[in-house]
């Protein structure tokens, strides 16, 4: 990271008002230019800087790597009921044998079976590794001895963002450390 990084190398973490990441699950960034954007228009704090500058005839900044929302936007919304999101509640784990799986190995579970009137639903679908699955077959729980885990619901935002947390994305720029706790090292 340093005067000659690619432009597209610097994106701004960006907090709510209260100096906390707007999202960890994917978290929030914005490209160099909505940062920039941001920053004429005033409707951000800048808490932290790239060494990366950009020049106009008239003008040059600094590109900021930390932005943080001049007004508190409330984070209380319901999470959507994507495949996505249910797999992030699970911990990428499948309910049945417990095992973790990448995404692409896991599919999802009803637990009462559409068959005999389960519902699509957050507190009837569970994450499933394609094994179990298909054992379980069309079969209640009771009838193949086959419980998830946790018992399925609805989590809320907040929960969704603590389970988010334990996925870091891969790029992280020291400066925005101060304003995470993953639990991993930045890269220095
Ligand atoms: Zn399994």
Redesign the pocket.
């Known amino acids: 990271m340093d005067v000659t990084t690619p432009l597209d190398h610097c994106p701004a973490l960006i907090l709510n008002a209260d100096y906390r990441p707007l999202s960890y699950f994917p978290l929030s960034t914005w490209s160099w230019q909505e940062a920039v954007k941001a920053v004429f228009r005033e409707t951000v704090t800048v808490l932290s800087e790239y060494e990366r500058v950009i020049r106009s005839p008239a003008w040059e900044m600094k590109l900021p790597s930390v932005l943080a929302l001049r007004e508190y936007i409330p984070n209380n919304r319901t999470p959507a009921f994507t495949r996505f999101n249910v797999f992030l509640r699970d911990g990428y784990r ?1 309910q ?2 417990g ?1 973790k799986f990448r995404t692409q190995d896991l599919t999802f579970d009803h637990v009462i079976p559409r068959s005999r009137g389960g519902r699509t639903t957050w507190d009837n679908i569970v994450t ?2 394609q ?2 699955n298909i054992l379980k077959g069309n079969r209640m729980p009771h009838e193949c001895h086959m419980y998830p885990q946790r018992e399925p619901d609805r989590p809320s935002v907040f929960e969704l963002q603590e389970y988010g947390r334990k996925f870091p994305p891969s790029f992280l720029h020291r400066s925005w450390g101060d304003f995470l706790y993953w639990d991993v090292e930045l890269e220095a």
């Open positions: 499948c049945y044998c095992r499933a590794c094994s179990c």
